[in-house]
């Protein structure tokens, strides 16, 4: 069945048709955007699972850096803390 006018300048046609119609326009829209962004052709799918990789990378080093700052900053209180308790008990010698 094809599109007909109603008499007040409306299109009809039946719902089937017009999700086709809508299915068809949403592919050429995505198709449209991969392209803007240079992610059309063959390699395609490849560039997209290297970023996704590489997104995955950047997650890692973000938190090993996290987790090597609350380690070095955990070790310096440690050693502060040590230091001090060496200066009060008079362990390297006799002080002031």
């Not at 198709?31 to 950047?58: F, N, Q």
């Amino acid at each position: 069945m094809s599109p007909r006018r109603s008499g007040e300048g409306h299109v009809r046609m039946p719902d089937a048709e017009f999700e086709e119609l809508l299915a068809r326009a949403a592919e050429e829209g995505a198709k449209r955007a991969l392209a803007d962004v240079g992610l059309d052709g063959t390699e395609a799918a490849l560039d997209i699972r290297d970023l996704r990789s590489l997104l995955a990378s950047i997650r890692f080093v973000r938190r090993t850096a996290v987790q090597t700052t609350v380690h070095i900053i955990t070790t310096g209180v440690i050693l502060a803390l040590l230091a001090g308790i060496a200066v009060k008990l008079k362990i390297f010698g006799p002080g002031d």
